[in-house]
């Protein structure tokens, strides 16, 4: 079948207009270094969101701990990079680490199912949690550990565009993973389990494997993400990857769609760079109204509820 | 094409404009300051975030009232991280870039402040006297992070040394929140009473936001000891001490700074009656108060509609400590020359009985001392001077 290159160019420009938007409002407004910086953080969280939309959107589990994994990557990197691994090499082990944790949270999927498996990965998140705060020979319990820059062979990502440029890199490669894996028969054996496990087994398909691999690919990106994050951050600390921050992956999901890879970035747009935008906004009101507590959450708040009514399969499903 | 290809097109093209435009160097306006500070208001740490920024705007407020610093307006401006590093560090991107502050006064809580730390400094910006008890925050001494809060370590210790050494407590114990506080104050206490050749006969940890303390309160009793110290914020030091009475247990028990509050007393009533705690600041009673401190008091209610509190009585202090400085330095301030004059500044007790604060180009530590307080009559009194 042939398309119209005229069409085609309409409707890739309709398509990367809005990207383009959002990022030079953002330098316009903020300049340079802050847009960047909050690239950074966008591209991240991207990659984590990808692993929340293979195991959510893709295989249909519900999973309430992924930050969990995120931090088992972030902490694996910290602590090899501080062993002085340079951090490319580091960061095969944090993915390996997310995935492992990723198979861990899976097995109770063999006997569970729906709310009560989804229940059992929010306790596997908790364990996680508190193991790290309480192992404090190895990741400095509750104190935190600081986390030295991304250095690959004396180049120091220590600028925001070195640091968006190897957030972007390495969600480019994950996208493409997981673009392909899709079009696998791994995809296409997550999407019969999600959609009526009953009959994929009968056509063959384990349902207990195959939710083992969703989680294994969903645990090695939030791995990746978490080692990404470590660096980017600088600190971290056990409660950083507290209950918060894996509901704020679930709804990122939710919000950019979670049945599309595009809806992760989409939506870790929306969650890392909405809080922000706002505040700025907020500066423009008169009085004390610019200062009132807890103002940029209220209007995050409004916002989420407004995609999710608008636009229930997220901003990349269909309305 | 894609939409991935799209994406990638898209990003690509913007990430190389961004790169095109250099990032911003420290500007100060000729007719203003601008002053940031990433603090927390809606987050777990709220209760001290709102009155510290309020005690700095008043001061800030005052200061232009009276012409400003040189002929410079001071503008606070706040950003509101939660506790939360990710929000923390666009924050202070925002600060340094957008808003072109200055310095950064007193952000709050240890992730964000390990966050934005390194930020702030690349920035060539000053940190001034953030709320984490973390070393990190003035050592190794670099020339423009100063802090002006000791860590829990040092206070406790000697709160902890003077209080067993004064009442003969013989079975000291802990109880403390299972994060970075936590443990800062759990040292300075093992340090005390290594000092005094005894030992923590019992801890026991609860996680932040706890509400429920009998299983710890059960196990100190067990261990029975005379004196426990609470490394507790508010909530948690009324509770623990409410458990301890209500199953008839009358022991004697410590808290750090972050439980020396008038919310305690307000909040516990009888049940907090004894209570020990450290001030680093005293709080601000209007019954008894100098002819000053009166007036101060009824500037804030005026202001703010709300009583001051001891985070309010350290915004304004921290925010007068920047005014006073940056008069000292003069019309040329840069960070440098401002770090230079507090290096060489000495701070005098104020109207609320601060300590006296005291840098030197070798010590960007201010204080390291607190003193040690009871609740009496449903109200702190002091009961000793800064402790050494």
Known sequence: MRTDPAAAARQAVRAGLPWLLVVLVAVALLGVDYALGKATLVLTYAIAGLGVVVVVGQAGQIALGQAALVALGAYTQAVLVRHGLPAPLAIPAAVLAGALGGVLASLPARRLGGL???MSTLAFALIVEEGLARWESVTHGAAGMAVPGFEVFGWRADSTLAQALVSLAALLIALAVCRRLLALHHGRAWRAVRDDEAAAAACGIAPAAVKMQAFLVGGALSGLAGALYAHWIGFISPEQFGLVFSFELLMLAFIGGARRLMGAVWGALVIVAIPPTIALLRDALPG???RAAGLEMVVFGAVIVAVVLLRPSGLTGRS | MSMLRRFMLALSTSLALGAAVPAGAVELAADEIVVGTVSDLSGPIAMLGVPVRDGMLMRFDEANA???VHGRRIRLAVEDAGYDPKRAVLAARKLV???????????????????????????GRLHLFPFSPHRATYTPLHPLKFQN?????DYMKAATA????????????LLYQDDDYGLEVMKGVEAALEGLTRELVERTSYKRGATDFSSQIARLRAARCDLVVLATVVRETVAAMAEARKIGWDVDMLVTASGYSAQTHALGGAAVEGLYGVSVLPHPYAEGASVELAAWIERYRARFNAEPNVWSVMGYTLADLFVRTAEATGPALTPAAFARALESMQFTPDIFGSPIYRFSAEDHLGNRHGRLAQIRNGRWVPITDYLD
């Open chain 2, 66 to 68: 009276g012409g400003g």
């Open chain 2, 97 to 123: 870039q957008h808003d072109k502050a200055f310095a950064f006064i007193a952000n709050m809580g240890t992730p964000v402040v390990m966050a934005t730390m390194p930020i702030i400094l690349d920035a």
């Open chain 1, 288 to 290: 004390d109204w610019a």
């Open chain 2, 149 to 153: 809060f000791a860590p829990y370590y």
């Open chain 2, 162 to 173: 003077h209080l067993v050494r004064a009442r003969g407590y013989a079975r000291t114990c």
């Open chain 1, 116 to 118: 009560y498996f989804g």
